[in-house]
């Protein structure tokens, strides 16, 4: 199945340099080999393509050069910059990666200009409404997660197989490739906690404390972690409530599929998650898929955040356009009476929309006052924002 960023992605080649990042398995790789334009692809982990990289011999007559993996070269930034500035993009060039670049951030000035980025997720309930009835599509997700082998699958023990090795290859081998790692027991032991604590404000000091490692440590972990595609923060949005809020993050599974079945494990210390925070981490995937994908496409800066008050008052997520609050999202799996935390937030945030998600419902609701309930799976199949 064609994946949406396929065609954006066309639409950019030639243009530019074109990177699409992402996590380890989203499709990546598929999407740089099944574009229709004759390619010249190179996998930098590959000892022959290693080398026609290094020596820049890659075959100039095809449409499409794919440079994957290309983060592990030392310098690879300045290496992109020479050949833009020399040879263009003719052909036009891909770079893939399973690591979080963060191209804007990390390359500083040297490709400032010459690319667009993309940034592959996987599969949510928007992408697969027109191949899956929306309902069934969150329903495996949040047994499978989203990624692309295992979803289509739909197996639990192929699942169950697929997740431990997945999770294993990043903290065994692309953690090293961004950082210098050596207590891997530990960061093993970050993510079980994490399992456990999805849809709770994070406190770096209570996670120290459980590791017996210091609170800056815990938090170059996460960061690590995030830097890999194994965890994503969401964080607290400031204006206009600053001083009400709290400010710890709160992080959430790109596999959901984590959070469902708890420790990849499966020993006797498995934590049972309730489906409320796997349904929570679902809908986080979804709106943070949505969010980085508009803002690549369009270029409009989007960000998902969170509203928690010291008093309690709480909303899940924040969508953030351009600096304006534009969506104010409630989960819930069954209850269908409204959060008593709109009223307070609706008079700060006016022109947002109020909505309420329950995943056991098949009714859409309103209020005179704005606020509206929609079935869940309904609501992210056609999410846009």
Excluded: C
């Amino acid at each position: 199945m064609e994946r949406e960023l396929t065609a954006l992605v066309k639409r950019d080649l030639g243009r530019k340099l074109v990177f699409v990042t992402g996590p380890r398995q989203a499709g990546k790789t598929w999407i740089a080999r099944n574009l229709d334009i004759p390619t010249d692809y190179l996998n930098y982990d590959n000892d022959e393509h290693r080398e026609i990289i290094r020596s820049k011999t890659w075959d100039r007559r095809a449409e499409l050069v794919v440079f994957d993996e290309l983060h592990k070269m030392p310098n690879w930034t300045q290496f992109l910059k020479g050949v833009y500035d020399v040879e263009g993009v003719s052909p036009a060039i891909l770079i893939t990666g399973s690591a979080r670049l963060d191209v804007r951030r990390k390359t500083g000035d040297s490709l400032a200009g010459r690319f667009f980025q993309y940034r592959l997720l996987p599969f949510d309930v928007r992408e697969l409404a027109d191949r899956v009835e929306p309902h069934a599509a969150l329903t495996r997700i949040l047994k499978t997660g989203g990624f692309p082998e295992p979803f289509l699958a739909d197996d639990d023990e192929y699942y169950r197989r697929w997740r431990r090795s997945h999770l294993d290859v990043i903290l065994r081998q692309d953690l090293l490739d961004v950082a210098s790692v050596n207590d891997i027991r530990s960061i093993e032991l970050l993510v079980d906690l994490l399992r456990t604590r999805v849809g709770s404000p994070i406190s770096y000091a209570s996670l120290a404390g459980d590791l017996q490692r210091d609170p800056k440590t815990v938090k170059r972990w996460l960061e690590i972690l995030e830097d890999v595609y194994v965890v994503f923060p969401v964080r607290p949005w400031h204006r206009n409530v600053a001083r009400a809020v709290l400010k710890e993050p709160k992080y959430y599974f790109f596999d959901t599929g984590q959070v469902t079945t708890g420790s990849p494990g499966g020993g006797s210390g498995v934590v049972a998650v309730p489906a409320g925070p796997a349904l929570e981490n679902a809908v986080a995937g979804s709106l943070y898929k949505a969010v980085q994908t508009a803002e690549d496409r369009d270029g409009r800066p989007r960000m998902l955040h969170y509203l928690r008050t010291r008093d309690g008052r709480e909303i899940d997520f924040a969508v953030v356009r351009e600096d304006e609050v534009t969506h104010l999202i409630e989960v819930k799996t069954r209850d269908t009476a409204l959060s008593p935390s709109f009223p307070w937030f609706r008079a700060r945030f006016p022109a947002a929309r109020r909505v309420q998600l329950v995943y056991e419902t098949d009714r859409v609701r309103t209020w005179p006052s704005g606020e509206e309930l929609h079935p869940a799976a309904q609501f992210l199949a056609e999410l846009s924002v």
